[in-house]
C-alpha cells in the first residue's frame, strides 16, 4: 500500500526525470519536435488501436511525423509526448501514456540501444543515485552493458521452440507473456532482439538474414521498456507492409486505416536510421517502485 | 458468449464443461503484440484453482449459474447475511465472496447473487451506492488518487476519496465495481 503523500511525491520524480532526459538530448545536440497529436493516418498496425477524433485519429506514436522530419533533413531529434491507445488498460497500461521517442540519422537499432545504456544511468546520477533502482523487491543494476538475447535464443531456451519469419502469431504472443518475459533476469535490463519479419511492419529486414527485422525490445524489472527500430526506408515495401496490416485487421473485423500516402511520399528520402520509443510512465515505476502506472500518473482515464 | 475483453472479477465461464469462476484477471499487453489476459479461476465443482491465458479473440461459454437478487441484513464476523425479498429465505456467504466492495453495503442494500446450483458463488453490489459521510478527514496533500482530492470516512466505516468540497453529512454517489469504490457525485 503506498504511503501518504505518495502520489507528490512521484510526481516530482517524475519531473525530475523529465529534466533529465531533456538535459540528455540537449548535451547530445537534439532538437526537441512537437508533431500533431491529431492527425488522420496512424501506421495501419494489426494490434494498435486509434482513438477517434472527428474524422481524424488521437496520435498513436509521433513516428511516421518524425521520420518525415528525417527525410526532410533533420539528423538528430526527440519528443516527449502523450499518445492514445483504445483498449488498453491494465496495471502498466492507461489508454493515455507519455512516449518518449527519438531518431538518429546514420545509425541503427544497436545505436539505439547503446543511447538507451547511456540514457539510464544518466537518469540517475542526474536525481543523485547509484546506477541502480529498488523495484518491487528486485535490485536492478542499470550499469552497460545490458543482457541481450535473440528471440530465436529465448524461445528456444524459454519456451521450446524457435519462430520463424512467420510464427504462428498466438502461439508466439501468448509463449511471449507467459514464458519468456516471466523468465528474463529481473536483476539487469534485458533486450531481446530480431523479432520474426513478419512481426516489425516499419522496421528494416536484417541484411543477411531475411527471417528477422531489425528490431528490439527492452525490459527491465519485468516491464516492458522501450522498442527500437533500425528504421526501413524502402517505400515500396513499406507501402505493401501497410497494406498487409490492413488486410489483418480486415481479418479480425477491424476497421483498415487510411495508407500514410504524405509519410510513403518521402519514406525513400530518409537517410538509414535508427529510433526508439520509451514509455516515459514505466520509466517513472521504476524510480518510484510503483507497482501500478495509476502511482506515477496524476489523473488516470478513470478520474480524469 | 463473452469475448476475452468482457472477462471480469466474479464472472463465471464454463471451460470444457466444468464451470469456473474468475477470482483474478491481468490486462497483458506488449506493445505490438495482442492483448493477452491472464486469468486465474476457480472451479466451481471441486474448488481448484487454474491459471489461464486467453487471447483477445478467444469466446467463452457462461457457466450453467442461475442469479437472485437478495437484500443484505447483517454481518457476523466473516459471515454475510442475506435475505430473498420474496421468499425471505436466508442464506450466509464468506467474505470473500464479495470482496473489497462490501465495505460499501449498509443493511438492506440489495445484492446479485450467483448461484451455481444451491451455492452462492459471487456477490454483486449495485453499481452505485449512496453514502452519508461522517467524517470529512484529515488530508495530505498529496495522498490520493488525484492530487486535489482527499480522504473521507462514509457512513459503513469505508474511505474514500473525493474532491476537496466534500463536507462530513453530504450523501455522495460511489461506484463499486472497482475495489477501492470511485468517488461519482454529491447527491
Redesign the interface.
Known sequence: MPT??????N?ETRARIVEAIRCFFRDEAFLEVETPVRYPCPAP????EAMRSEDWYLSTSPELHMKRLLADGYESIFQIGKCFRR?????I?NPEFTLLEWYRAGTDYLGMLADMERLIPFICSYLGRPAHVEYQGTAIDFSPPWIRMTIREAFQRFAGWSPGPCPD??R???D???KI?PALDKRHPTVLLDYPAS??SLARLKPGDPDVAERL?VYAGGL?LA?AFSELTDAAEQRRRFVVENEKRCR?GREPYPIPERFLSVVGRMPPSGGC?LGIDRLVMLFCDAQSI?EVV???V??A | MYEA?ELKKGLSIQIDGIPYVITNL???????????Y?CRLRNLIDGSVIDR?F?S?DKFEPANTSQREMQYLYSEGDQYYFMDTKTFEQIFVNADLIGDARKFMLPETVCIITFFGEKPISVQLPNFVELKVTSAGSS????????T?KTVTVETGATIQVPPFIKEGDRIKIDTR?GTG?YVERV
Open positions: 501518504p503523500g505518495f502520489l507528490r511525491r510526481l498496425e494489426l494490434h494498435v483498449a488498453e488498460r491494465g496495471r497500461h502469431s498466438d508466439f504472443d501468448v511471449l507473456v507467459d518475459e512481426m516489425c525490445e516492458e522498442n479480425l520509443a495509476d496524476s489523473f488516470t478513470e478520474t | 475483453g491481468e490486462f497483458v499487453k506488449p506493445g505490438k503484440g495482442q492483448a493477452v491472464r491465458t487471447r479473440g495530505f496533500v498529496g495522498d490520493t488518487v488525484s492530487s482530492y472497482s470511485v
